[in-house]
């Protein structure tokens, strides 16, 4: 499958590029892989993998580089970097994760300043989400739909 024809780039008034889908997807469909160089130091836009490893989705016309945060995202990550759908997504919606998925702690990749949430969602928690913060019950709700690497680091805390 080809997941690039599942998606398309487009501004966004507020967030800049973003990504959105070209057709309906239903909890738990691939939309998307995310891919690059791994690399082993972090930046704001590389995935973690792996202790001391990231996934960096650059160049700029690489996907992953667009994927915005929500506190009420409509995306999740299974294995590493394969982007699914977390509940039901129509054509031409806006998607965005929860950098809690992917992110099992911040450490100096991201300002304070970095880190205000502006995702405008009526969840909003007004920061950017990491596992390590996040209240037991919506871990609980993003069970099946995290970073096999955030959950391993949680085990291993």
Same mark, same amino acid.
């Given at each position: 499958?080809?997941?690039?024809?599942?998606?398309?780039?487009?501004?966004?008034?507020?967030?800049?590029?973003?990504?959105?889908?070209?057709?309906?997807? =239903?909890?738990?469909?691939?939309?998307?892989?995310? $891919?690059?160089? @791994?690399? /082993?130091? +972090?930046?704001?836009? &590389?995935?973690?993998?792996?202790?001391?490893?990231?996934?960096?989705?650059?160049?700029?016309?690489?996907?992953?580089?667009?994927?915005?945060?929500?506190?009420?995202?409509?995306?999740?990550?299974?294995?590493?970097?394969?982007?699914?759908?977390?509940?039901?997504?129509? =054509?031409?919606?806006?998607?965005?994760?929860?950098? $809690?998925?992917? @992110?099992? /702690?911040? +450490?100096?990749?991201? &300002?304070?300043?970095?880190?205000?949430?502006?995702?405008?969602?009526?969840?909003?928690?007004?920061?950017?989400?990491?596992?390590?913060?996040?209240?037991?019950?919506?871990?609980?709700?993003?069970?099946?739909?995290?970073?096999?690497?955030?959950?391993?680091?949680?085990?291993?805390?």
């Amino acid at each position: 499958m080809v997941y690039e024809n599942n998606v398309f780039l487009k501004k966004t008034k507020n967030k800049g590029i973003s990504i959105f889908v070209n057709k309906q997807f =239903k909890k738990g469909d691939s939309i998307f892989l995310i $891919a690059g160089p @791994v690399v /082993k130091k +972090g930046t704001i836009y &590389t995935i973690p993998i792996a202790k001391g490893l990231w996934i960096d989705p650059l160049p700029v016309n690489n996907l992953g580089r667009y994927l915005n945060h929500s506190c009420d995202p409509n995306v999740g990550i299974k294995n590493r970097t394969m982007v699914v759908a977390f509940k039901g997504i129509k =054509k031409d919606e806006e998607i965005a994760i929860d950098y $809690a998925m992917i @992110v099992y /702690k911040y +450490g100096s990749e991201i &300002t304070k300043e970095g880190l205000i949430c502006r995702c405008g969602s009526a969840k909003c928690r007004g920061e950017l989400g990491c596992w390590s913060k996040l209240p037991k019950e919506v871990k609980e709700k993003y069970k099946g739909f995290v970073s096999e690497h955030v959950l391993s680091q949680n085990e291993s805390q």
